[in-house]
C-alpha cells in the first residue's frame, strides 16, 4: 500500500528554489561585471539572508528539514556506500545527498563572507572592509573571486549530477517532491507540519534573518 506523505514543507521548498535563482543571479552577475555587480551585492545580501533563515529552520521547521533528520553518522553513510541503507534512507536527503546539502551550504556561506570583505578596487566593495586590514581584503577578495567561486560552482554541478542520477538511473523522484511537497512511498513515514501556523513561524524567521542582514550592511556602510 503506498502512502502519500508530506515531506518538504511550503518554507523550505521556497528556500531551495529562492536559493536556486539567487545563486543564478550572482553567477550571471559576476560574468558580467560593471553595473550589474549592484546586483550582485544585493543577491548576496539575498542569499546571507537565506541561509540564515536555513540555519534555524533546520532546528525549528518541518520533521525532514530539520538538521537532526539527516545529520548521519559515519558509519551509517559507510552501510550507505556499501548498500546496506536504512528504509528512511530514501525518505529526505540520502547520507550522500546531506553530504552534498551541508558542503554547499558551507561553501555558499564562505563565498558570501567573503564577498563582505572583499574590494575588486573597481565596481564593488564590501560592506565590511573598513572593519579589517588591507591584507585580508586582499585575502578574501582573492578567495571570492577564485576558490570560492569555483568551489560553489563545483558543488551545485556535483548536486545537479547526482539528482540526474538519482533520477534517470535509480528512477526516484526527487524535483516532483521539491516542487509540491509530497511524496509517494511505500512505508508511513512522520509528515512534516505545514499550516498556517508553520508559514507564519518560517515568515518571522526570514523576517528576522533579513532584518540582520539589512542591520549588518547598514552598520559596515
Known amino acids: 500500500m503506498a502512502h502519500t506523505v508530506r515531506i518538504w514543507d511550503l518554507p523550505t ?5 529562492a536559493l536556486a535563482a539567487s545563486v543564478t543571479g550572482l553567477v550571471v552577475s559576476a560574468k558580467l561585471g560593471g553595473n550589474a555587480m549592484v546586483w550582485h551585492s544585493r543577491l548576496g545580501y539575498v542569499v546571507l539572508a537565506l541561509l540564515l533563515f536555513r540555519l534555524v529552520w533546520g532546528l525549528v521547521g518541518g520533521h525532514w528539514s530539520r538538521f537532526s533528520r539527516f545529520l548521519y553518522a559515519p558509519s551509517r553513510v559507510l552501510r550507505y556506500l556499501r548498500g546496506q541503507g536504512h528504509p528512511e534512507d530514501s525518505v529526505a536527503h540520502s547520507p550522500l545527498g546531506a553530504l552534498s546539502v551541508f ?4 561553501a ?6 567573503s564577498g563582505l570583505f572583499s574590494d575588486d578596487e573597481i565596481a564593488f566593495a564590501g560592506p565590511l ?3 579589517v ?3 585580508w581584503v586582499g585575502q578574501a577578495t582573492a578567495y571570492h573571486k577564485d576558490i570560492g ?4 560552482l563545483a558543488l551545485v554541478a556535483l548536486h545537479l549530477l547526482a539528482i540526474a542520477f538519482y533520477v534517470f538511473v535509480k528512477k526516484r523522484k526527487l ?3 521539491m516542487l509540491v511537497g509530497d511524496k509517494v512511498l511505500p512505508v508511513p513515514v512522520p509528515a512534516s507540519r505545514d499550516d498556517a501556523g508553520t508559514h ?7 523576517a528576522l534573518s533579513a532584518g540582520a542582514v539589512a542591520w549588518l550592511v547598514q552598520w559596515g556602510g
Open 175 to 177: 524535483v516532483r517532491p
Open 103 to 106: 558542503a554547499l551550504l558551507a
Open 200 to 206: 507564519l513561524a518560517a515568515l518571522t524567521v526570514l
Open 108 to 113: 555558499l556561506a564562505l563565498q558570501v563572507g
Open 129 to 131: 572592509t573598513r572593519f
Open 13 to 17: 521548498r521556497i528556500f531551495h528554489w
Open 149 to 152: 567561486q569555483y568551489l560553489v
Open 133 to 135: 586590514s588591507s591584507d
